[in-house]
């Protein structure tokens, strides 16, 4: 993890972006070999909904010729975006299912030769409680999604949220316990907005604890012990909340059983 301010695609700029890599990709292979991205994870969000502000990337199932590769390292150099910034490694973590281009929803085209669809509602749910990440937005992205659909009238339920993850997944049981236990506590709580909140906060705090972790052990962190260390760091951390609250309701019980003692001040008599 990197200290420094990363790259931010928003709502307002990340058709720019893709409609630059479809104009490239149309001048390298012409109008016959057309394209197709699907896209997942913070730029879905960004597009479906209107309560996460930005993305580091844009993750996607990419299905094109091999010259889109080009295209899309060369409108990243020429537009002076990080590598990687459009990416297809989504396909190598567990939240990919070959499924998702059956339960993706049509968005735009762009220069008549690229197609690009996205996942949402209680499929995109589905693929967050997957990753169940609590260092990035994963959990806040959850209770957002089930937050705007409340608003829109148009409520998912956790029928509909077992459904999609069986259907992508093959199984409930595919998800972590973590994950399990989030959505059913979160449905059931019937405080969205107030747990969103909360949400947000516990995941900037991870985040800020992984950092520190990083700059002080560099090297140690990998994606496969991640998880051990942020939920390893998030306990100590709160043995030290929870330490220093019991402190503070020492030190007020202290000052109510013995409070300071007033110095008595006398005034003469006035003649």
Do not use: C
């Not at 709580?189 to 900037?204: D, P, W």
């Amino acid at each position: 993890m990197s200290s420094e301010k990363p790259f931010e695609f928003t709502k307002e700029n990340i058709d720019l972006y893709l409609n630059a890599v479809a104009k490239e990709y149309r001048k390298r292979v012409g109008k016959g070999m057309p394209a197709e991205l699907i896209l997942i994870g913070g730029a879905s969000v960004l597009i479906n909904y209107g309560f996460r502000n930005a993305t580091t990337d844009v993750d996607a199932v990419i299905e094109a010729a091999s010259s889109m590769k080009d295209a899309i390292n060369a409108v990243g150099d020429r537009m002076g975006l990080p590598n990687g910034w459009l990416n297809a490694d989504f396909r190598q973590t567990a939240s990919y299912s070959p499924k998702l281009a059956e339960v993706s929803v049509y968005y735009r085209t762009f220069s008549n030769v690229v197609r690009v669809r996205t996942v949402s509602a209680e499929y995109l749910i589905a693929m967050k409680l997957r990753a169940g990440r609590r260092y990035k937005n994963d959990l806040s992205d959850v209770i957002g999604i089930l937050m705007e659909h409340w608003k829109r009238g148009t409520p998912i339920t956790m029928e509909q949220i077992h459904r999609a993850v069986t259907e992508l997944y093959g199984s409930w049981e595919t998800l972590p316990e973590l994950s399990r236990q989030f959505i059913q506590n979160t449905i059931s709580s019937g405080q969205i907005e107030t747990l969103y909140a909360r949400v947000v906060e516990g995941e900037r705090q991870n985040r800020e604890l992984l950092l520190t972790f990083e700059q002080q052990y560099p090297g140690v962190m990998t994606d496969k012990n991640v998880d051990v260390i942020a939920d390893t760091l998030q306990q100590k951390a709160d043995r030290a909340s929870v330490r220093a609250q019991l402190q503070e309701l020492k030190e007020k019980q202290r000052q109510m059983e013995h409070p300071p003692a007033h110095k008595n001040k006398y005034r003469g008599d006035e003649r």
